[in-house]
């Protein structure tokens, strides 16, 4: 199982970027699939996560109604689409999958398999 994540960059604030997740070993469509984030001096904190038990996606505060998650089946590669993007974004984005569908999935719960990540800076 290997997760690759890409098109992590820099920006101005305002500005677009998206993240791809490039899995191999597994199919993302069967898997839990999130988006995690770490700053800085800070701990991980969790940015959304599509359960597999029924496809609900749970959306970090600080990203609701700015950041979206999308998949490509074809591709087996999940997506993190980042609009309006702030200078407190700034962070190495990582992507994660689990076999276990829950609802806790944005605090980690039942996720296994880890990406190296990629940076992202939002600039002022």
């Known amino acids: 199982v290997q997760l690759v994540e890409s098109g992590g960059g820099s920006v101005q604030a305002g500005g677009s970027l998206r993240l791809s997740c490039a899995a191999s070993g597994f199919a993302v469509e069967d898997y839990t699939m999130g988006w995690f984030r770490q700053a800085p001096g800070k701990e991980r904190e969790g940015v959304l996560c599509m359960s597999k038990h029924d496809g609900t996606i749970y959306y970090g505060d600080s990203v609701k109604g700015r950041f979206s998650f999308s998949s490509d089946n074809a591709k087996n590669t999940v997506y993190l689409q980042m609009n309006g993007l702030k200078p407190e974004d700034t962070a190495i984005y990582y992507c994660?999958?689990?076999?276990?569908?829950?609802?806790?999935?944005?605090?980690?719960?039942?996720?296994?398999?880890w990406g190296k990540g990629t940076a992202v800076t939002v600039s002022s």
């Open positions: 994660a999958a689990g076999v276990v569908g829950s609802s806790w999935c944005l605090r980690e719960y039942g996720l296994d398999h």
